[in-house]
């Protein structure tokens, strides 16, 4: 897994978990959906998310090993 796949899974994550307690817990919930989504947006214009670095220091690699294809190997070719 790299960095970007683990990403886009824990932004998915927060979003599901935020929007779930939004719905059951407190309506609150839902402005950490809406932080999660301007984050998305800004990262997708700068380049750059704090998440990202984050995974970098937790040792999950920018590239996968040679040899192994990612799930978005096809889009990418």
């Known amino acids: 897994m790299t960095v970007n796949d ?3 899974a824990i932004a998915g994550f927060f979003v599901l978990v935020s929007v779930a307690l939004g719905y ?3 309506p ?3 402005l950490f959906t809406a932080f999660v989504g301007v984050n998305l947006l ?3 214009f700068s380049k750059w998310c704090p998440m990202m670095a ?3 220091k937790a040792g ?3 590239i996968l090993p040679e040899g192994k ?3 978005c190997a096809a889009e990418a070719a």
Do not use: E, N, P
Request: with cysteine.
């Open 60 to 62: 999950v690699k920018d």
């Open 42 to 44: 800004q990262s997708g």
């Open 28 to 30: 609150g919930f839902f």
């Open 6 to 8: 683990a990403l886009r």
């Open 69 to 71: 294809a990612s799930c």
């Open 54 to 56: 984050i995974l970098r």
């Open 24 to 26: 059951l817990v407190h």
